[in-house]
């Protein structure tokens, strides 16, 4: 009797650029001929906001840094604004070593199969920043970041953006002023729910294309910190923004991991440096941002703002709370609960009560 032939392995396009991965980071980092001048390794950073925006910010001074603490040995190309690739193509893009280095937005990873990341798209999970960092900044955070290793990729740090607002040409202020809107979301089943409990309709578009189709009446309305409202120039195609401060917006700093296993120890290390510098850049500037640019939308004129009341805000929370159980097993139970204590919430309970944040007129 013969023995079953073993299968042949047939790599595709895709696979094989993933498999030989490895061999190109270590080509970029090896030394070039003795006597020659060393070529810098070049880490290409790409993300999809503004120059001006906190990300932005936080981008050119890693560029900066990383340049002076490795003395030249590494170029640090950053390309903004959707320029090199947008949303849904850049973390594919960093798998296959075509950019080394992103920053996605957090909801970015639930369509690579790590959901675990959605947690951070709930509704009311946090009363602010205090309560942010301690699950950022601990070891729940930590843990997120780690699962991405088998994804290829090495998480690095966390930025803020800030906390989001909507905007509309409407106020937006209770549950029933959502009724029938085409809302813009990222592509997060946690924001899908969120959106269906208020009664309106998601619509899951590139980042790069919200401000077309506001102004083109394909979606109504949108939610984001109001630095990427205003640098997108949504408030002039929007007549009002309603300060909401309904869900938290952040970024995960993440890497190449072959290019990054590859890099020599030394250089690791200034790199790493550089990083802490512009996260704490990065977190500070996101605040003062979404400060400066609701004192210049308030100036503009160009789109109303609207606060609402204590009660508005809690009537909204009470609203969006259904969500936290709805998505629990997507998130996962112990995850959940883990977040909810380390936020300074029961953990056995979702976010539904008033908070520090109450009646609070500009974003946290």
Request: glycine share 6%.
């Amino acid at each position: 009797m013969r023995d079953n032939p073993r299968p042949v392995q047939r790599l595709g396009a895709r696979n094989l650029a993933r498999s030989l991965a490895p061999l190109a980071a270590l080509a970029l980092v090896a030394p070039g001929p003795a006597g020659a001048a060393a070529e810098p390794i070049v880490l290409k950073f790409s993300h999809v906001v503004a120059v001006d925006t906190p990300k932005g910010q936080a981008a050119e001074l890693f560029r900066r840094r990383a340049a002076e603490l490795t003395q030249g040995r590494v170029r640090v190309d950053v390309y903004p604004n959707s320029t090199l690739f947008k949303d849904r193509e850049e973390i594919e893009a960093l798998q296959l070593g075509r950019v080394q280095m992103l920053a996605p937005s957090l909801s970015k990873f639930g369509p690579l199969g790590v959901t675990e990341f959605e947690i951070f798209d709930l509704p009311y999970l946090f009363d602010g920043y205090d309560a942010l960092r301690r699950v950022t900044q601990g070891p729940v955070g930590r843990a997120l970041l780690d699962k991405l290793e088998s994804k290829g990729i090495v998480g690095l740090a966390y930025w803020d953006n800030g906390f989001k607002v909507f905007s509309a040409n409407r106020p937006l202020r209770t549950p029933e002023d959502f009724r029938g809107l085409r809302v813009r979301v990222q592509p997060s089943r946690v924001l899908e729910a969120q959106m269906r409990a208020l009664g309106a309709v998601p619509q899951v578009l590139a980042f790069s294309d919200v401000t077309a189709a506001l102004r083109a009446g394909i979606v109504d309305g949108a939610e984001n910190p109001v630095s990427n409202l205003w640098t997108q120039r949504m408030h002039e195609v929007q007549r009002h923004v309603t300060l909401t401060e309904h869900g938290y917006l952040g970024y995960a700093v993440i890497v190449n991991r072959p290019f990054w296993e590859a890099l020599p120890r030394d250089v690791r290390a200034a790199l790493e440096r550089a990083l802490a510098e512009a996260t704490a850049y990065a977190n500070r500037i996101a605040r003062e941002k979404n400060e400066q640019d609701l004192a210049r939308l308030r100036a503009s004129r160009t789109a109303e703002v609207d606060v609402p009341t204590a009660a508005e805000r809690l009537a909204l929370k009470r609203a969006l709370a259904p969500v936290h159980a709805e998505v629990e097993s997507r998130l996962g139970g112990t995850l959940l609960h883990d977040v909810y204590r380390a936020a300074g919430y029961a953990a056995d309970a979702p976010p539904a009560r008033p908070g520090p944040a109450e009646g609070r007129a500009s974003t946290p």
